[in-house]
């Protein structure tokens, strides 16, 4: 036993500035634990919005309105030559959305690979076709659209 110290009174060492005693900073220290890592072993994309199944509708749907518009013209007839033009327009137009949708659902693939660590190559070319492909179904469009 130390000459001077009180037997009953419990030893602290406190510092000026610092309220706390040393039993909470210990209690603080002993509730800390690492972390636990979760590793998932076959992630999926599965986006808030899909934008892939929008352009298998919009495909869907302007070749839908193509046949029908079709079938409303018969040739010979100016009336009938504008639903004509209606469906070819309707058609390629079809094309191009679905191709830039489809370019989109890659852009958010290809990020998402990027943060989860994953080789986002396969879906950059993806993208970079579909848009290539958009390109080229504009290009015709207008050549037919100005031939007209």
Known sequence: MQPGVD???????Q???QTQNLNQQIQQTQGVFPQQQIIILNPKFQPK????YLSYAVFALGVIASITFLEFSE????????????????CCLSIILTFVFDAVFYKGKADWQATTGQSNTWSL????????FACIVLFFGYMWFIGN
């Not at 070319?125 to 290539?132: A, E, R, Y």
């Open 49 to 52: 919005f899909n934008f892939r």
């Open 15 to 17: 510092f000026y500035g």
């Open 75 to 90: 040739p010979g007839r100016l009336a009938d030559d504008y639903w004509r033009f209606l469906s070819e327009a309707v």
């Open 7 to 13: 037997p009953d009174k419990p030893n602290q060492t």
């Open 125 to 132: 070319t993806g993208m970079i076709f579909d848009i290539i």
